[in-house]
């Protein structure tokens, strides 16, 4: 464990680094800290919970899809010596031996010992300084800095496509941020991070910065900060329950949405987001129980023209690469199936969170905030199957990990 838990000191010192990659890195970091921890089994093994167990189940029920999506590279493994091709074709499997080596991860970094939490805490605290900085000078020098981009040969939409990640993982780190400088009391945690949220938002306002979701991903894990303050550790099992709702219930809504917002009068990606879901629906409709199967989706490749407000037509797909809303992905691509399992998951993962998680209300804030801003990003921005994004996901999850230890020290500390 000890070269795992240094790998990880690294990577939050390096943090800044990450993110600025837009967190495209994240999995190999995960990936490595599980990699470096196996030793560890030979002390102890995980114990599957509930929510583990749906989640795998899942898991299963994605890679068994994969032998009908007409989207996913054809068989299993290829494993050709001659030519040096090793690779894992079923995006099923691909991501449920993502998901275990990450998982595995993130479970690991549990069972460090004392010190490390607080050489984690050291590390953290870096790395979030160091992207608080940086970000400052993307808000005060943009133009500069969006030059200084271009000139070492980065396409202008490539930029601009990475910053909206940046923007967006950053996000997700503003709690972590606030909560975790030495000295900081309530006031000055809030100031933090409302002076943090100001200046993303003036980012999302920069031309060319489409990052509405970032906006409502803001909007989101203030509310669940203000929902921990009022219902402490239950704001867990509110989330689970609220999450199997928006799972289950997504087909409804998503109907409900392309009846009422007219595409005529709403902005390009508005307007492009509901044609999408309109199209998935459909597609739902054909294969309710089983789904089309994972990555289905990209093989959709129906288009429709669009005129863009400089009067050029553009030929689109309906579904350019996924639906960009993960609760219609998963209905479309695993069914009623896949739905039920991870509406489980989640419920049971509330029901563990709120019986095990840190008493500290300010840790549970943090916590439900990541989980109510990726809610938010889920719906609207990544594919469900990114897993660039939900490593990022379990990183920012092992920062709330450490603020949780080292609260648990300082109440054993108090105790003597």
């Known amino acids: 464990m000890i070269l795992a838990a240094w790998f990880w000191f690294i990577a939050w010192s390096l943090w800044w680094l990450i993110a600025h990659l837009g967190a495209q890195g994240t999995t190999p970091v995960m990936a490595l800290i599980g990699l470096l921890a196996l030793p560890f089994l030979f002390w102890k093994r995980p114990r599957p919970s509930a929510d583990v167990l749906a989640f795998a189940a899942f898991m299963a029920w994605c890679i068994l899809t994969t032998?009908?999506?007409?989207?996913?590279?054809?068989?299993?493994?290829t494993i050709d010596p001659e030519n040096s091709n090793f690779a894992i074709e079923a995006p099923g499997?691909?991501?449920?031996?993502?998901?275990?080596?990450?998982?595995?991860?993130?479970?690991?970094?549990?069972?460090?010992?004392?010190?490390?939490?607080?050489?984690?805490?050291?590390?953290?605290?870096?790395?979030?300084?160091?992207?608080?900085?940086?970000?400052?000078?993307?808000?005060?020098?943009?133009?500069?800095?969006?030059?200084?981009?271009?000139?070492?040969?980065?396409?202008?939409?490539s930029a601009l496509q990475n910053m909206i990640r940046i923007i967006n993982i950053t996000v997700l780190m503003i709690p972590l941020l606030a909560v975790s400088m030495p000295f900081a009391k309530l006031p000055l945690q809030i100031a933090i991070g409302v002076v943090a949220a100001i200046g993303l938002f003036i980012l999302t306002e920069r031309p060319g910065i489409e990052a509405m979701a970032a906006v409502l991903a803001m909007a989101a894990a203030g509310a669940m900060i203000v929902g921990a303050t009022i219902f402490g550790r239950y704001i867990y099992r509110i989330l689970g329950i609220l999450t199997a709702i928006g799972v289950m219930a997504m087909p409804g809504f998503a109907y409900i949405a392309t009846r009422l917002v007219s595409t005529e009068t709403t902005s390009l990606g508005v307007s492009a987001r509901i044609e999408s879901w309109r199209y998935v629906l459909h597609k739902i409709t054909e294969r309710p129980i089983l789904g089309w199967g994972v990555e289905a989706s990209k093989g959709w490749d129906e288009s429709r023209i669009i005129t863009f407000p400089n009067g050029q037509l553009h030929d689109l797909r309906f579904v350019p690469g996924h639906p960009h809303n993960g609760a219609l992905q998963i209905w479309a691509e695993t069914g009623l199936i896949g739905a039920v399992l991870i509406s489980a998951f989640a419920i049971f993962l509330g029901e563990r969170l709120t019986r095990t998680c840190s008493p500290s209300r300010t840790v549970i804030a943090v916590g439900a905030a990541c989980w109510g801003g990726t809610l938010v990003y889920a719906a609207v921005s990544y594919s469900v199957w990114n897993d660039a994004f939900w490593a990022a996901i379990l990183f920012i999850s092992s920062g709330v990990l450490i603020l949780s230890r080292m609260h648990a020290r300082k109440l054993e500390a108090q105790s003597w």
């Not at 608080?132 to 271009?150: E, H, P, T, Y």
Request: proline share 3%; charged share 15%.
């Open 67 to 77: 032998f009908w999506s007409e989207g996913a590279d054809p068989g299993l493994v």
């Open 93 to 157: 499997l691909r991501l449920a031996l993502t998901s275990l080596l990450c998982g595995y991860a993130y479970w690991a970094l549990h069972h460090l010992k004392g010190k490390d939490y607080g050489r984690g805490l050291i590390a953290m605290r870096a790395g979030l300084i160091i992207q608080a900085v940086l970000m400052a000078g993307w808000v005060f020098f943009w133009s500069d800095l969006m030059n200084a981009v271009r000139n070492i040969g980065d396409e202008p939409g």
